[in-house]
């Protein structure tokens, strides 16, 4: 008996209905510490309930329907907990276990829908809004929302450069060939830390330069020098992009080498010096003490710059951050107000040190390998890869 097949929604089409704040129920039958880790989350407070598959199957025998066994355990479990008002997300790993779950759901009455692809499709998934577009030029932000992670493309007379590019690179050459336009050159504000970066392989696959600040071509740990061809970055240089000028600014704190490009005087990408919420951990390098007074200054250098910027970093703690397009933005004059850690630097560089180091949320292991491999110190594969980017970002301070 083939099994019928149940409705099933993509990452897309999950992402937009949660944009929209349209009700939806979510049903996470992975396991809690998985759970724990992340789970399908949108700019509006989503419910959502997560109980283990195995603790949910109630199968008496090892060839019974699967999908008899889990109508057998909602009922018995956790009906009385479900809306019967709006869609219920049924969500797992891959979306395998998940698709008898939304089916049963679905012999219960329940108007139920399967994640395809599961939460690694939830993780691998990105999506790109236009950020400015004028007569010089147009400059885009790609976001994968499950990892907080944020990139862009900067695109004029049909020359393109991409900043912070994510490992899958495919997400950029498909923006760039529907702008009508050819990659010219790639770089990274940084070493990044909690995502592996697609510069070095978009380097090479299109014959570009990859651009890096050479403090940062270290691994701050190992000491180890990089073992990828990179052309370093300079502060105060700058580049022109057809009719776009990118200014080169040296923001150290983060990393050694943290930089921010200036976009026609306007547009501020940023990288990991200033969020939206927050600002940079200087611990990631294992040198918090070191490292906090030389953001303090960086930060304060920051400042000068006029109010009117707009600040595009590459990060987010809560998707809610950004506005009802899904773009993560801010003036500088809207952070000086608002952002804890600009308004902490008027209470000088002590106020500033004990904030940020009372602040820091626990190191990630991962992100030691993590910077071993965009350092080309290490070569994960596509397993070892999804393994080291599950989670969130936690590159700045917080809770």
Known sequence: MLKRATPAANPQEVWERLLRDEPMFILDVRNRDEFETWRVEGPHPVPTLNVPYFDLLDLEDEDEDITEAVVRGVQAQIKDQLPGDRPILAVCAEGHTSDYVAEGLHRLGFDAMNMEGGMEGWGNFYYSRPVDRNERYSLFQVVRPARGCVSHVLVSDGRAAIFDPLRHIEEYHRLVTDLGATIERVLDTHLHADHLSGGP????????????????????????????????????????????????????????????????????????????????????????????????????????????????????????????????????????QHNPGLRKLAEGEAAFRDYVLSSLPEFPEAYVEIKRANAGLASPDARKAQELELGKNICAVGK
């Open 201 to 336: 392989e978009l380097s090479e696959r299109d014959h570009v330069p990859y651009h890096l600040h050479p403090y940062d071509a270290i691994h701050p740990m190992d000491m180890l020098p990089a073992r990828i061809p990179y052309r370093p970055l300079e502060s105060q240089q700058t580049f022109t992009l057809g009719r776009a000028d990118i200014k080169v600014l040296h923001y150290p704190g983060h990393t050694l080498g943290m930089v921010a490009f200036l976009i026609d005087g306007h547009f501020l990408l940023n990288g990991d010096s200033l969020f939206l919420e927050s600002i940079a951990r200087p611990d990631l390098g294992g040198k918090a003490d070191a490292w906090t007074p030389l953001l303090y200054a960086s930060l304060k250098r920051m400042e000068e710059l006029p109010d009117e910027t707009v600040v595009l970093p590459a990060h987010f703690s809560e998707l809610s951050a950004g506005d009802e397009n899904g773009v993560y933005r801010a003036s500088l004059g809207e952070l000086k």
